[in-house]
């Protein structure tokens, strides 16, 4: 992942990327589990619609970059860290 390639997300998904020590990237790390907080993933996404998260996963797949979500908490169902 490089800048050019968060710039790209950044586009797709304008105030709704999370870059490492933002206070969207605490707030949204708080939420995975504790086991999962353990990761320290490179940003986190807001997507909003079923349409943003295919284009998160289409980024994600043209960047190699993986993607995970919080398990076990459906109130986050579109938080998704990559990293």
């Given at each position: 992942?490089?800048?050019?390639?968060?710039?790209?997300?950044?586009?797709?998904?304008?105030?709704?990327?999370?870059?490492?020590?933002?206070?969207?990237?605490?707030?949204?790390?708080?939420?995975?589990?504790?086991?999962?907080?353990?990761r320290?993933?490179?940003?986190?996404?807001?997507p909003?619609?079923?349409?943003?998260?295919?284009?998160?996963?289409q980024?994600?797949?043209?960047t190699?970059?993986?993607?995970y979500?919080?398990?076990?908490?459906?109130?986050?169902?579109?938080?998704?860290?990559?990293?």
């Amino acid at each position: 992942m490089n800048a050019k390639s968060i710039a790209e997300l950044n586009q797709l998904l304008p105030e709704r990327v999370g870059l490492i020590e933002s206070p969207m990237w605490e707030a949204g790390r708080q939420v995975f589990s504790p086991v999962g907080r353990l990761r320290k993933p490179a940003m986190v996404v807001r997507p909003t619609h079923v349409q943003e998260i295919a284009k998160v996963m289409q980024w994600a797949t043209q960047t190699s970059t993986r993607v995970y979500r919080p398990f076990g908490r459906p109130q986050f169902r579109c938080l998704l860290g990559l990293e």
